[in-house]
């Protein structure tokens, strides 16, 4: 992974290991005072005397805040919890922690000698010791068994293609292999000096490909730079291990992997905390969506439809996401169960340019369907697929695998971003619009975005949804 993404998730780290402290300190400064409560005197206990005396309220320890929250984090950065080898996480985690506590109690006992603050109860300093070690190495044991079981699963690996001679793609892909938190899978292998773009092309459309790493030394630089033009020009990331490249979209980052220097031409937004936060608007607004809308809307017109209309409630759907990746979709069904076989008949009534297809008063459609589809609310189940993060709630459309295969190159590089329920296509007239203009929209989206641009869309669906503009 590139050092401005790794720099990303230990920044995030570090900022949920100083939530997870200030809880721990005030956990064990709440549990102190219980202790207090519960045992006012002395008491044996187990043939031990047990005393604990009322201690000060919480509002005296909280300049402590000042001194552990900046010192924790960054002890555990120094002592290397944060770039830990793969390899060696379990056997040095616990030394990392009880090290960088040890430091981090040595200060907060020198900053109570200093102050001469003796009404703070040092029982209180030492729990905190004890439960940071075991939450921190709690949390770590848990997001790094995410991370591996990410990786494992597939659904966010990063597929790769790496281009390079045989002895240089080993070299990177064991890189790969000694870091599979990273979630990098090698999808193909390519030598430059064998029909390499026509090659390139094939693997691209064949795999689900997320970037494509040139490590290379001897081919000609023309034609590595038509090879990284046609990444560009399909949305793809382009890793390249030489030196510049003119492009017209993509724009160019210096990183390196591991000791290896990198030029990234990147055609989309970079991991920031814009995309973090989009992540969780996503997600909020989904389970708002769900807990409000499914009882509300998406209950009863599941039951009209089910009475007024033979078949399943529920319309599924392979669908191609990010970079071509394969996910179901979900809709309420507003056709005919034999909606597919009756396509065939119709393609003669097809109103849309390109590979899609759409006709003003599809007879496929049942009269329930047409106010669902007039009303949007057909596509309130996709609220699921935005939930488990096959989409977002503004993206490109997604679109059907046998749709993609009829892409022109250009066209490919709307899958370079997380496709969703709405989108500006869907705000400046659907299916009125032709399907170049459609998917040059969807490009404009990709290359300006922002939360700015994503709220915009979202306030402008609202009054296309209730006018129904477009739809067919």
């Known amino acids: ?6 720099e990303f998730i230990i920044q995030a780290n570090q900022l949920g290991d100083g939530l997870l402290i200030a809880i721990v300190f005030w956990f064990a400064h709440a549990l102190r005072e219980q202790l207090a409560y519960a045992f006012p005197f002395q008491n044996r206990f187990l043939g031990y005397s047990i ?64 102050f001469r603050l003796a009404m703070l109860s040092r029982s209180v300093v030492l729990m905190f010791a004890l439960f940071s070690v075991v939450a921190l190495f709690v949390k770590d044991r848990i997001f790094q068994a995410h991370m591996t079981r990410r990786a494992r699963s597939g659904k966010e690996v990063t597929e790769v293609i790496l281009v390079g001679s045989a002895e240089r793609n080993a070299e990177f892909a064991g890189l790969l ?10 999808a193909a292998k390519l030598d430059p000096d064998n029909n390499l773009l026509t090659e390139l092309r094939k693997m691209l459309h ?14 000609t630089f ?26 017209s979209i993509a724009r160019a980052t210096v990183d390196d992997f591991y000791g290896k220097p990198l030029l990234i031409f ?55 996401g990010l970079h071509g990746r394969l996910f179901t979709m979900y809709k309420f069904r507003t056709m005919v169960t034999n909606a597919e076989m009756l396509k065939a008949e119709l393609e003669i009534f097809n109103e849309m340019s390109g590979p899609v297809f759409k006709m003003e008063g599809d007879p496929r459609i049942t009269p329930f369907g047409r106010f669902l589809r007039r009303t949007s609310i057909d596509e309130l189940p996709q609220l699921w697929n935005v939930l488990v993060g096959d989409m977002s709630l503004v993206g490109p459309r997604p679109p ?55 709220f915009k869309i979202l306030v402008r669906t609202v009054p296309v949804v209730v006018t129904g503009f477009g739809a067919k």
């Open 400 to 454: 059907i695998p046998s749709e993609v295969q009829q892409y022109d190159p250009w066209h490919r590089r709307r899958l370079s971003m997380k496709p969703g329920i709405t989108c500006i296509w869907q705000i400046s007239g659907r299916n009125r619009i032709g399907f170049d203009q459609w998917m040059k929209l969807d490009l404009q989206y990709i290359d300006h975005w922002s939360l700015w641009l994503d």
């Open 51 to 114: 005393e604990f005396g009322m201690i000060a309220p919480f509002r005296y320890y909280k300049w402590l805040y000042l001194v552990i929250l900046p010192l924790y984090p960054f002890l555990l950065d120094i002592n290397g919890f944060y770039t830990r080898a793969h390899k060696l996480r379990q056997r040095n985690t616990v030394w990392i922690l009880v090290k960088s506590c040890a430091i981090c109690l040595l200060a907060i006992m020198a900053a109570l000698y200093f």
């Open 266 to 320: 990147r055609t989309t937004p970079e991991i920031s905390w814009q995309l973090v936060c989009k992540r969780l608007i996503d997600l909020a607004a989904a389970m708002l969506g769900l807990a409000i809308l499914g009882p509300l809307v998406m209950a009863p017109c599941a039951v009209i439809l089910k009475l007024t209309s033979p078949g399943p409630v529920l319309f599924k759907q392979r669908r191609s």
């Open 177 to 186: 292999d000694e870091h599979p938190e990273w979630s990098l899978r090698v």
């Open 206 to 219: 064949r795999y689900p490909v997320g970037c494509v790493v040139f490590n290379v030394t001897q081919t």
């Open 1 to 6: 992974m590139p050092r401005k993404q790794r």
């Open 222 to 247: 023309s034609e590595i730079e038509k090879a990284i033009v046609a990444c560009e020009v399909e949305g793809v990331e382009a890793w390249l291990v030489a030196d510049f490249v003119k492009t």
